[in-house]
């Protein structure tokens, strides 16, 4: 569902992506670890087209999105859901309107199935009673479940994640990661999720992934990263290089 083929990229002579090669399976709930300012936000920002690689690809579903255009972007945009590390709310717009916006903008659903949807999708995260309130007047973990809900609405095919639940207390963040993996059972998702959750993320991912020095040095199922032979794989998890 998601290939990675030789991805580079570099800001002025910062080369944060460095041939970076990763297959993402349908329906697999996938992880990428690894330090902070190693690029893995830049990744994510290729994967739904935000950013063009210097050299390499991102094909989702076979679809190189870094070359698409009008409205096969579009359409490919549109199975993709993401949510940002800083998940990016409108201000002027109350929660209700926040998660009803992308409704609004690419359905053609009425008010009536918008209502529901949104209503149900605020439910999913926690926030039952909250649709009045602006961005301004709840806390930051509800900002993010907003985020979230306003991400799950749209029913996408692929999700991705940016650090989901830093910030949130665990019966939330434990909310959100079981709503993730009753829309795999029901309809398959896949997940791509970076996280700095260790080990909490294993439990929940089927694979993952360490970036480091711009390059995946390590992928495989959740114990094998756990219980990783490659030394800097190992001293990430045990918290001794960040
Ligand atoms: N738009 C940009 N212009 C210039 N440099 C950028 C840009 N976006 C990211 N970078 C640089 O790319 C590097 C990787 O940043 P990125 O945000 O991907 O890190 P990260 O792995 O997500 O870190 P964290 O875990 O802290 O979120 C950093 O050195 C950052 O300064
Ligand atoms: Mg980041």
Same mark, same amino acid.
């Given at each position: 569902? !998601?290939?990675?083929?030789?991805?580079?990229?570099?800001?002025?002579?910062?080369?944060?992506?460095?041939?970076?090669?990763?297959?993402?399976?349908?329906?697999?709930?996938?992880?990428?670890?690894?330090?902070?300012?190693?690029?893995?936000? &830049?990744?994510?920002?290729?994967? !739904?087209?935000?950013?063009?690689?210097? +050299?390499?690809?991102?094909?989702?579903?076979?679809?190189?999105?870094?070359?698409?255009?009008?409205?096969?972007?579009?359409?490919?945009? $549109?199975?993709?859901?993401?949510?940002?590390?800083?998940? %990016?709310?409108?201000? @002027?717009?109350?929660?209700?309107?926040?998660?009803?916006?992308?409704?609004?903008?690419?359905?053609?659903?009425? *008010?009536?199935?918008?209502?529901?949807?949104?209503? *149900? *999708?605020?439910?999913?995260?926690?926030?039952?009673?909250?649709?009045?309130?602006?961005?301004?007047?709840?806390?930051?973990?509800?900002?993010?479940?907003? %985020? &979230?809900?306003?991400?799950?609405?749209?029913?996408?095919?692929?999700?991705?994640?940016?650090?989901?639940?830093?910030?949130?207390?665990?019966? !939330? %963040?434990?909310? !959100?990661? @079981?709503?993730?993996?009753?829309?795999?059972?029901?309809? $398959?998702?896949?997940?791509?999720?970076? @996280?700095?959750?260790?080990?909490?993320?294993?439990?929940?991912?089927?694979? *993952?992934?360490?970036?480091?020095?711009?390059?995946?040095?390590? &992928?495989?199922?959740?114990?094998?990263? +756990? $219980?990783?032979?490659?030394?800097?794989? +190992?001293?990430?998890?045990?918290?001794?290089?960040?």
């Amino acid at each position: 569902m !998601i290939e990675i083929v030789d991805l580079h990229k570099k800001f002025g002579t910062n080369a944060v992506l460095r041939g970076v090669n990763l297959k993402v399976a349908k329906g697999e709930t996938f992880a990428l670890i690894g330090a902070s300012g190693k690029g893995k936000s &830049v990744l994510i920002k290729h994967m !739904i087209g935000l950013m063009k690689p210097d +050299q390499g690809q991102v094909k989702i579903d076979g679809q190189d999105i870094g070359r698409l255009h009008g409205k096969k972007l579009v359409q490919l945009k $549109n199975r993709i859901g993401i949510v940002f590390q800083f998940g %990016a709310l409108f201000d @002027s717009l109350s929660v209700f309107d926040n998660v009803a916006f992308p409704l609004q903008e690419k359905t053609r659903l009425g *008010a009536k199935q918008i209502n529901d949807k949104v209503l *149900a *999708a605020l439910d999913n995260v926690g926030l039952k009673g909250e649709e009045e309130k602006f961005p301004a007047q709840i806390s930051g973990g509800m900002r993010k479940r907003v %985020a &979230v809900a306003r991400c799950l609405v749209m029913d996408p095919e692929i999700i991705l994640f940016d650090e989901p639940t830093t910030g949130l207390d665990p019966v !939330i %963040a434990n909310s !959100i990661y @079981s709503t993730i993996q009753k829309l795999q059972r029901e309809r $398959n998702l896949t997940s791509f999720i970076i @996280s700095h959750e260790i080990p909490g993320i294993f439990k929940i991912v089927d694979r *993952a992934a360490m970036l480091h020095d711009g390059r995946i040095i390590q &992928v495989g199922t959740s114990d094998e990263i +756990q $219980n990783s032979t490659v030394p800097i794989v +190992q001293k990430f998890l045990k918290g001794e290089i960040e």
